[in-house]
């Protein structure tokens, strides 16, 4: 799904006016008879107080139509304007007058006034600000805001959380409504998924009102969440008259004196992912280890007992992981550099691999063409530098990706793929993967990928989606807090066997055609 900018979102609403022949009015309608239905099929009519509070400009205009309906079908409600400004859109207005026809009488709201009391089991609608907010809020508003909180009553937001930015992260946390539920017109938005704006997002859904097809396929995006509807064509099936050369030799290198598991568990994710051979280089001290915990994988020797220190082998792998378990002892970066200088097949490069590339740049100019690096927050920090915020940071992760010819794995709760000027947002994952290990699984699938065959970008992607949806999948039986790493590897078939199953549930054929859950 493209994650498109507001400007781009602007531009969708006036070819949908354009081409359907509708006023801007007729789409503001449908807005709200989608949010109107949503409410109204979960709420069934039930009695609890609902207070919308309603902006004066489009997405305000969005608050009070949905009003309308909620009035027309018997809901107790309240309706506040927040007026924070004099210059109300035209189909706000036009909105407010149908309103009144119907005799609701909204409380309008200004710097000192007096806030409504809000019961802890009210629901509270917030169409305050959707994506035209262009500063921060005022005192007042921000004010408002904090008593919306306090309430604790659950928060639906039209489109957006009211106050949040769609470029760049809000300066003061109070001027951002936290949102329970985001009802987002279209399309979900960049600032759903990032750490600094995430946050004010509990869960969001995304209701169709029909947007120009054409536009929203034709216009090209600097971001896509990536689902299992955007994996699937990635997928290349594996052929009958195929042997394991078919599929690649991976060489994992890594591994330490007491770090050994990390590379019996990225040597594992790489079989798992379908890599038909795997060796693995590791110091002496792990020899006998891995040949016990896995005998599928093959098994190269360092000459040093505890860390590696002499990096050449005689076998030809299509793909080498390296880094996982390494350490960073000085013979051990000597060995790494030297590998570096020599090395023309594609690279997977984790843990303390970028550790040495962040105290040493100048080997980055000698990785081969789009080396793959999945950094976490600290090791991204150490290679690109600190950042004022996420958007300086996919910028900077950008001119990285640019500058050194390298795919940019960004570890995080939506981890994000970069390369070039364009990033690939993952949906899928959960809390529970935040166990060690997981990032040497997710090295491993990368890895394993790249040796079928698949690109470095197009294997980082499927390989962050394969292994979030394994993760996604264990905890169905581990919960978060028992999820380990070696779950996550159990449970890659199922991840690759689910991206060709129907969904269980049968969802509602209303529902089914409205929208699209956050949670699939
Ligand atoms: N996408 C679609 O196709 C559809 C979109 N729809 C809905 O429209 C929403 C966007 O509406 P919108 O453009 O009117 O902007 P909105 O967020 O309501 O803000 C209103 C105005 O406030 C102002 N302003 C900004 N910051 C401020 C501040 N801190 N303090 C005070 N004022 C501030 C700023 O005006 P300015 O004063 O800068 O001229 C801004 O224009 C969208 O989110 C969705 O809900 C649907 O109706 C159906 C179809
Ligand atoms: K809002």
């Known amino acids: 799904m493209k994650l ?29 008879e989608q949010i109107f239905n949503w409410i ?51 189909d706000f207005l ?8 119907r005799k ?43 008593h919306l909180h306090v309430s604790e ?28 539920y985001v009802l987002s017109f279209q399309v979900p938005k960049l600032v759903f ?21 054409e536009y929203l396929m034709t216009t090209e995006t600097d971001y896509e969440l990536i689902g299992k509807q955007e994996v699937l064509p990635l997928y290349v099936p594996r052929q009958k008259f195929s042997h394991k050369g078919t599929y690649g030799h991976s060489l994992i290198i ?43 994988a093959m098994v190269i020797a360092d000459r040093n007992e505890a860390h590696l220190s002499n990096i050449t082998f005689e076998i030809e792998p299509n793909v080498i992981g390296i880094g996982t378990g390494l350490g960073t002892e000085e013979e051990t970066i000597r060995a790494f550099s030297d590998f570096l200088e020599n090395n023309k097949t594609p690279i997977v490069i984790d843990a303390d691999a970028l550790n040495i590339l962040s105290k040493n740049k100048a080997l980055l100019e000698k990785l081969p063409k789009q080396a793959v690096l999945t950094p976490h927050p600290k090791e991204l920090e150490r290679l690109i530098g600190k950042w004022k915020d996420d958007f300086d940071k996919l910028k900077k992760v950008k001119s990285f990706s640019k500058k050194y010819d390298c795919v ?78 070696s779950t996550i590897i159990d449970n890659m078939g199922r991840a690759y066997i689910d991206l060709f199953e129907i969904p269980e549930v049968p969802v509602p054929v209303e529902e089914k055609s409205n929208s699209s859950r956050s949670d699939e």
């Open 153 to 180: 009553a659950f928060i639906l937001s039209i489109d957006m959380p009211s106050g949040l930015f769609m470029d760049k992260v809000a300066e003061d946390s109070r001027g951002v409504v936290k949102s329970n």
């Open 254 to 296: 890594g591994g330490s004196y007491g770090k050994v598991g990390a590379a019996i568990l990225a040597s594992k994710a790489a079989l798992v992912s379908g890599s038909g051979l795997v060796t693995a280089f590791v110091p002496k001290c792990g020899y006998v280890p891995f040949q016990t915990a896995l005998p599928e």
């Open 408 to 485: 940019l794995v960004v570890k995080g709760a939506h981890t994000i793929t970069v390369y070039d000027e364009k990033g690939y947002v993952n949906a899928n994952g959960n809390p529970g993967m935040a166990t060690a290990g997981s990032g040497d699984v997710l090295t491993g699938v990368i890895t394993g990928l790249i040796a079928q065959g698949y690109e470095p970008l197009i294997a980082s992607v499927f390989g962050v989606y394969l292994h979030g949806r394994a993760g996604d999948i264990a905890i169905e039986n581990t919960g978060y807090q028992s999820l380990i790493a």
């Open 94 to 101: 036009i909105n407010l007058e149908r309103l009144k026809d």
């Open 193 to 213: 998924f990032l750490p600094d704006t995430g946050i004010y997002v509990g869960q969001w859904e995304v209701l169709d009102i029909g947007l120009d097809p």
């Open 40 to 90: 109204h099929s979960r709420m069934q009519g039930a009695p609890v107080k609902i207070h919308l509070f309603c902006g004066i400009g489009n997405n305000g205009g969005d608050g009070v139509a949905l009003a309308r309906h909620l009035k027309e079908h018997g809901y107790n409600i309240a309706v506040y304007v927040v007026n924070y400004s004099k210059k109300r859109s035209k």
């Open 4 to 32: 498109f900018t507001a400007e781009q979102i602007y531009a969708a609403d006036k070819s949908t006016i354009a081409k359907q022949q509708i006023t801007s009015d007729a789409l503001m309608e449908r807005a709200a």
């Open 104 to 146: 609701v009488w909204p409380e309008f709201l200004e710097k000192g006034s007096k806030y409504p009391d809000i019961g802890r089991d009210d629901i509270i609608v917030d169409a305050i600000f959707g994506i035209g907010l262009n500063r921060t809020p005022d005192e007042w508003v921000k004010q408002l805001m904090e």
